[in-house]
Antibody, heavy 122, light 112 residues
Framework: QVQLVQSGAEVKQPGASMKVSCRAS????????IHWVRQAPGQGFEWMGW????????SLAQKFQGRITMTRDTSISTAYIDLGSLGYDDTAVYYC???????????????WGQGTLVTISS | QSALAQPTSVSGSPGQSITISCTGT?????????VSWYQQHPGKAPKLIIY???NRPSGVSDRFSGSKSGNTASLTISGLQAEDEADYHC????????????FGGGTKLTVL
């Protein structure tokens, strides 16, 4: 079945960078957008941006611009998120999610990856 | 802009119907039909239950339905079942100068 499998939990120091991967399986990777969403402990979800795996084009939430990069490797059907200058408020579970491109976009996220806990701690 | 506004909690008895609201602005919910709803059980990743305001993905029970009026979207769950107890989140796309997807704060549904 369609799956998004993310890399494992990480602990990072303040000021460092993180990189989380998201490997897609059982569908054509370049036919669907990948979005990244996070949920801080006890908080709601926050959208971070999307990448078009076909073109590599991205749309990034204004809040993160300047310290976020989204990339992909189509040869291994994997998307990545890099977030730099980490602060304590970046502690969260990070999710990758899929959104269809055709016949037209619908901004419905299905499925979700299992989530990756990133903890910022000194 | 702030997140979409959802009630913190709602409750209902088995067999009843409940409605969860999600209020945005004319720049997001009121501007397009890109409203989605997600169900999240404790410790699990969210599951898409409604997209495009009213559409259910394959396999989602028809007890779940969505609607929209102006800047407010709604999720209705009919014939409440114990397994419906979960958190529910709404989202809306905003095609502003810098595109954005807004989330609601989430609503905890308790089945009494």
């Amino acid at each position: 079945q369609v799956q998004l499998v993310q890399s494992g939990a990480e602990v990072k120091q303040p000021g460092a960078s993180m990189k989380v991967s998201c490997r897609a399986s059982a569908y054509t990777f370049t036919d669907y957008y990948i979005h990244w969403v996070r949920q801080a402990p006890g908080q709601g979800f926050e959208w971070m941006g999307w990448i078009n795996p076909n073109t590599g084009g991205t749309s990034l939430a204004q809040k993160f611009q300047g310290r976020i990069t989204m990339t992909r490797d189509t040869s291994i059907s994997t998307a990545y998120i890099d977030l730099g200058s980490l602060g304590y408020d970046d502690t969260a579970v990070y999710y990758c999610v899929r959104e269809r491109m055709r016949p037209r976009r619908n901004f419905g996220f299905d499925p979700w990856g299992q989530g990756t806990l990133v903890t910022i701690s000194s | 802009q702030s997140a979409l506004a959802q009630p913190t909690s709602v409750s209902g008895s088995p067999g009843q119907s409940i409605t969860i609201s999600c209020t945005g602005t004319s720049s997001d919910i009121g501007d397009n039909d890109y409203v989605s709803w997600y169900q999240q059980h404790p410790g699990k990743a969210p599951k898409l239950i409604i997209y495009g305001v009213t559409n259910r993905p394959s396999g989602v029970s028809d007890r779940f339905s969505g609607s929209k009026s102006g800047n407010t979207a709604s999720l209705t769950i009919s014939g409440l079942q114990a397994e419906d107890e979960a958190d529910y989140h709404c989202t809306s796309y905003a095609s502003t100068i810098i595109p954005h997807v807004f989330f609601g704060g989430g609503t905890k549904l308790t089945v009494l």
